[in-house]
């Protein structure tokens, strides 16, 4: 009964490949979002969707593409894998709140993807 | 100057202790604040909002100071189980950008 998880844990591979994480959440919330952080723990959100359309699109490489398939879930797909790329990658999930939907709600996060890029 | 900024400590305090971190923030018109909790290569966790009139839980007290743009958490009676990293959020509503902010996170090591 995880809130949300994500597949896999661990990714270890080499530069230049194409590779994707996924996210589930069984919260019901309306809002999912992607995180990465790195090495220095800093944690910086990338993307969120909002009842599958895209609502935040921070300054990411467009090697980084986001899919929504539905409310539940948003994939996370990275193409031509450079070293810079090794993080943790966080999905997250909320409901919006407050007046006209805007505010982000409580996050919850899943367990994260660690990715290593050799 | 970052957007939001924590001291990232450590800080090594022993149990019993009563110890306070502090976050700056930079926008003025930054709308909603909030602690996380980071366990050591866990997900971030909700800790508690923080609010203008200041908000307890149990032995921690969020402040939040709009002036000097700074919020605040006091643990007291500190625990082995409150090592964690501290992290304080911000979020900013504004037309087409909606941001929500982490800080870099404030280190907690709490010693027996």
């Known amino acids: 009964d995880t809130a949300v998880s994500q597949t896999p844990k661990y990714l270890v591979t080499q530069m230049g490949n194409d590779k994707s994480i996924k996210c589930e959440q069984n919260l019901g919330h309306d809002t999912m979002y992607w995180y990465k952080q790195d090495s220095k723990k800093f944690l910086k959100i990338m993307f969120s969707?909002?009842?599958?359309?895209?609502?935040i699109n921070e300054t990411v490489p467009n090697r980084f593409s986001p899919k929504s398939p539905d409310k539940a879930h948003l994939n996370l797909h990275i193409n031509s894998l450079e070293l810079g790329d090794s993080a943790v990658y966080f999905c997250?999930?909320?409901?919006?709140?407050?007046?006209?939907?805007?505010?982000?709600?409580?996050?919850?996060f899943g367990p994260g993807t660690r990715l290593l890029v050799l | 100057r970052k957007e939001v900024e924590q001291d990232p400590g450590p800080f090594n305090v022993p149990e019993g202790a009563t110890v306070a971190f502090n976050c700056t923030y930079s926008n003025s018109a930054s709308q909603s604040f909030f602690w996380y909790r980071q366990d050591c290569r866990k997900e971030p966790k909700l800790l508690m909002s923080v609010y203008s009139s200041g908000n307890e839980d149990g032995r921690f007290t969020a402040q939040l100071n709009r002036a000097s743009q700074y919020i605040s958490l006091l643990i007291r009676d500190s625990k082995l189980s409150d090592s964690a990293t501290y992290l304080c959020v911000v979020t900013l509503y504004g037309g087409a950008t909606n941001k929500l902010i982490f800080g870099t996170g404030t280190l907690l090591a709490v010693q027996p």
């Open positions: 969707y909002n009842n599958k359309e895209l609502i």
């Open positions: 997250a999930s909320s409901q919006v709140v407050g007046a006209g939907g805007l505010g982000f709600g409580t996050q919850y």
